[in-house]
């Protein structure tokens, strides 16, 4: 492809505000007080794709948020791309950890993005990564090298667990066609360590609540002779591992693919600095399920994690008090073949077994998802791979990442087609933290990747 470097060089300046004007628009799917910002992106989503060259783009309205869908179909006898990505971000709190609001974005430089990185919420995680397609689109119709036809789906609820995304894919089969799914939405090893990724875990997100007596009491009259619900809510999370932090669950493990040592040596290739890993974090040791390394335990391994715990007294000073309730909120990560409805099954008649006469337990299932592996032999796989070693002088590195994206192994059992995972973030971007950033040499990068993945795709499949 011709001019790609050039052309992204000279349009540096609009790519950078076009992304900062959607970075500003606060749609955070998860909290209601946002609706009409969640709704005015997707609006902005579609004018921007039809600025960058799609004939048809279109509002699809869901029972939640809606999906803004966009093609160009220049031959049908041609391969089709589909794009997926989300439009909405997480919300931004704690707000007095960021050191700028974040929706309003600003350019920074960094010790590793020298160049500059953009802080906002959503800058990396998706809006940043979604829109370097929409200007790789913008980029392959101006300059007449579009080689294949492409679809855009762009959703508003991938951050509260797609369920309206999961009915449109179902029912618009034949709209959606398309011969591979791409998606930036991921990471990469490091700035100069280009990677594929090639797994996804899967999840499953409940919430637990632990009710002692009926009502509030005086930790002095009632403390020591009735069941403190934040104690046993504490002593029961804690007993969810053993002592060499396996999870224990019974039938938790049944069906995790065990990778063989040969899988596992070539995992262990990837370069990694556990020293760097430390010090970035400011731990002094890393922790987990004995037996694997780092990089296993944050991909090729199931966890269990307490996302939130609450109850009792939080506010300013002292309160003695037995609260009537504790809650909490438990994320197990998965790996292909554990099955998350299963596993969901599995927590909550374990977890109600495990507790003590004088409190009632109750599990409530949130959302959920399987984890995805893409194999490295599609040419979907290859074609991405030339993509990376033409704008990076690099072979890409076959990476699982530990995150998910529950949509991508509905996607392969509905549409059947596999999904490539082209990320361009860093872990060191903060997504869902404070102060998430996107490096301006990733995006840039990515804008210039993206076209050369159609390109290849389009040689290879003929
Ligand atoms: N983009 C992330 C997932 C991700 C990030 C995968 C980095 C791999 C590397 C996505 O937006 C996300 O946050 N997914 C959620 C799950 C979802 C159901 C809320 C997650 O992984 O927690
Ligand atoms: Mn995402
Ligand atoms: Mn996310």
Redo the contacts with the bound molecule.
């Keep these: 492809m011709k001019n790609i470097s050039f052309y992204v060089d000279q349009h540096k300046d609009r790519f950078l505000e076009e992304l900062i004007d959607l970075l500003k628009i606060p749609s955070i799917s998860a909290d209601s007080a946002y609706k009409k910002d969640v709704l005015h992106t997707a609006e902005v989503v579609k004018t921007r794709l039809e600025e960058a060259g799609c004939d048809h783009v279109e509002i699809c309205e869901t029972a939640g948020y809606p999906i803004v869908y966009g093609e160009k179909i220049i031959d049908k006898d041609l391969p089709t791309v589909l794009v997926y990505g ?1 439009y909405d971000v ?1 919300p931004p709190d704690p707000l007095n950890l960021w050191n700028s609001p974040p929706f309003e974005p600003v350019i920074k430089k960094t010790e590793l993005h020298p160049e500059g990185a953009i802080f906002a919420r959503g800058a990396c ?2 809006k940043g990564q979604m829109y370097m397609h929409v200007k790789a689109l913008e980029f392959m119709t101006k300059t007449n090298q579009l080689p294949c036809n492409v679809k855009f789906m762009i959703e508003g609820e ?5 369920s309206n995304l999961a009915i449109f894919v179902k029912e618009n089969q034949e709209k959606l066609k398309n011969d591979v799914i791409l998606i930036s ?3 990469m090893i490091a700035k100069d360590v280009p990677s594929i ?1 090639t797994g ?1 875990r899967g ?1 499953s ?1 409940v919430e637990v609540e632990v009710t002692g007596p009926n009502r509030d009491l005086h930790s002095g009259l009632y403390g020591g002779a009735v069941a403190n619900p934040i104690n046993i809510l504490a002593k029961m999370i804690a007993s969810l591992h053993d002592e060499n932090n396996h999870i224990t669950i019974p039938g938790f493990y049944d069906k995790v693919e065990e990778l063989s040592k040969e899988e596992r040596d070539e995992m262990a290739k990837a370069p990694f600095s556990l020293e760097a890993y430390k010090k970035s974090l400011d731990i002094d040791a890393v922790y987990g399920e004995a037996g694997y390394t780092t990089n296993e335990r944050n991909s090729i391994r199931p966890t269990l994690d307490v996302n939130g715990i609450w109850g009792g007294y939080t506010g300013e000073g002292a309160k003695t008090v037995i609260a009537s309730k504790a809650y909490a909120k438990i ?1 197990m990560r998965l790996v292909p073949h554990q099955d998350w409805e299963n596993i969901t099954q599995l927590f909550k008649t374990h977890f109600e077994s495990i507790a003590p006469k004088g409190v009632k337990v109750e599990v409530k299932p949130h ?1 959920g ?1 399987q984890g995805y592996v893409t194999p490295i032999d599609s040419i979907g796989y290859q074609a991405a791979s030339k993509a990376y070693f033409d704008s990076f002088g690099k072979t890409p590195i076959p990476q699982r ?6 949509i991508v192994s509905l996607f392969e059992q509905e549409l059947k087609s596999k999904t490539i995972l082209m ?1 361009f ?1 860093l872990d060191s971007d903060a ?2 933290s404070p102060n998430e950033h996107f490096g301006l040499f990733n995006y840039f990068k990515g804008i210039e990747t993206i076209p050369l993945f159609y390109k290849y795709f389009t040689e290879l499949s003929k």
């Design positions: 989300h997480q995680d998706d991938e951050e509260v667990g797609s939405d991921t990471g990724t996804l999840l997100y994320s959302h998802g990442s530990g995150g998910s994206i529950p990320g973030g997504i869902h």
